[in-house]
């Protein structure tokens, strides 16, 4: 048995502390964190103070030390960013290395490519901390749900945003006041474009629709919408309405129609109205939680929180845990993602955005005058769009606000009806149009 397993770490920020602290300090975890030994670590400020005890002399500011010392048996990537991440990720594997990441943009964007590498080369490449941080979802998807057919993957998957909505739906505050109270907590960047825009919401849903489906996913195909526009009034009326908003990555598969053989999904991300009785729509604060569709399993949903160092390393350090078990047992190699492996990928594709089908909350602008309703309703009918609910609120002298639910339909109809609703002398805007559940 091999008696110690070599770590090099690409990156010391939040996550990586986090991680550096549970290999120093082993005491009552796992045993085999015992047998870990951080080798060298890859950092942009040699100088920096940090709040953590660590040699520096395991300190670098090359990451190529890292990845090309001989005792580094597993190279732990949580420098973020695309490149050079995915440079070094590839030049690990290449060296023999296994690799772990929490990098949702380079697998999300690069998975293909560097599984098809990993089993090249007969390493490991593990992902668990790439998607909800401290939920285990990546592990069960491939495993413990590797029976089922999975028909769709509904999940709140970024702490920041979640943690926004509910501020504003149970306290009614104001988005940007909420955006800088997350930034001063912790839970937001100073540049929060990837989380409040629902760009790192769109890179988790990629990988793990891939899982899901076992195909590869063009991530820059996923429609792609943030809460950086929500208006309080909106999340007001859902609430009068029965549902609660979040921001919401969905993936599901859907009707083919085509006349190509690859399989049909169709995966979206933006601000949803969940129905209050929702699995989902009691996830607040900075939790996530993802609920899985398959047969035969039925619906599970996996719940916890979703960012910061505290769940995040922890997800790290199992998956390192997961390679280094194998490795001080003396096992072969091989590659432990088997859907992320080319050889295996079935063909996919995204429908177009016009072909997506979700039921729909409208938010119209009008005049308060007779008759208004019924040319909406005339015009959603003429477009075969079928209405669940049409409710006017806040009446006045200077207009009223009318809310449209609509039932299941594409989203080609529902464009199709709101360019000619926006043209009635009547209505003075579309102000809000948002998915619903």
Not at 90 to 103: C, D, F, M, Q, Y
Not at 236 to 255: Q, R, T
Not at 313 to 338: R, T
Request: net charge negative; proline share 4%; glycine share 10%.
């Amino acid at each position: 048995m091999k008696k110690k397993i070599g770590i090099g770490m690409l990156g010391l920020g939040t996550v990586g502390k986090g991680v550096a602290n549970i290999i120093n300090s082993p005491e009552g975890r796992n045993p085999l964190i015992s047998q870990l030994q951080l080798i060298r670590v890859a950092v942009r400020d040699i100088n920096k103070n940090r709040d953590l005890i660590i040699d520096s002399s395991l300190l670098t500011q090359d990451p190529q030390e890292v990845i090309k010392d001989p005792k580094v048996d597993i190279v732990v990537e949580v420098m973020g960013g695309i490149e050079p991440a995915r440079e070094l990720i590839l030049k690990s594997i290449e060296l023999g290395k296994s690799v772990v990441t929490a990098n949702k943009a380079v697998i999300a964007r690069y998975g293909e490519e560097i599984a098809n590498a990993a089993k090249n080369a007969g390493v490991y490449v593990l992902i668990e901390a790439a998607v909800g941080g401290g939920i285990p979802i990546i592990e069960p998807l491939k495993q413990s749900l590797g029976g089922n057919k999975i028909n769709k993957i509904t999940g709140i998957i970024n702490g920041t945003t979640n943690y926004i909505l509910t501020r504003m739906t149970k306290e009614g505050e104001s988005y940007p006041d909420l955006l800088n109270q997350a930034q001063s907590m912790g839970y937001a960047e100073s540049d929060p474009t990837a989380d409040v825009e629902g760009l790192d919401a769109a890179d988790k849903i990629a990988i793990l629709s891939s899982l899901a489906f076992g195909g590869s996913i063009n991530r820059e195909n996923i429609q792609t919408e943030g809460i950086s526009k929500l208006q309080n009034i909106d999340v007001e009326y859902a609430k009068k309405l029965g549902y609660e908003i979040k921001l919401v990555g969905i993936a599901e598969k859907a009707e083919n129609t085509s006349t190509n053989s690859s399989l049909p999904l169709s995966i979206r991300v933006g601000p949803t109205l969940l129905p209050e009785e929702h699995p989902l729509a009691g996830v607040n604060g900075v939790n996530n939680a993802i609920l899985i569709e398959g047969d035969p399993v039925g619906q599970v949903m996996f719940y916890g929180p979703g960012a910061g160092a505290g769940p995040t390393s922890s997800a790290v350090i199992a998956d390192i845990l997961n390679i280094a078990g194998i490795q001080l047992m003396g096992g072969e190699s091989i590659p432990l993602d088997p859907l992320l492996s080319g050889s295996t990928w079935r063909e996919c594709h995204l429908v177009k955005p016009r072909e997506i089908l979700q039921k729909n909350y409208i938010r119209l602008i009008t005049t308060d005058s007779a008759g208004v309703i019924g040319k909406i309703g005339k015009i959603f009918g003429d477009q075969d769009v079928s209405i669940e609910s049409i409710v006017q609120f806040d009446a006045t002298r200077n207009g009223a606000e009318i809310v449209v639910v609509t039932h299941e339909v594409s989203k080609g109809k529902i464009y199709d009806a709101l360019s000619r609703i926006e043209s009635l002398k009547e209505v003075k805007r579309v102000a809000a149009h948002l998915g619903c559940l």
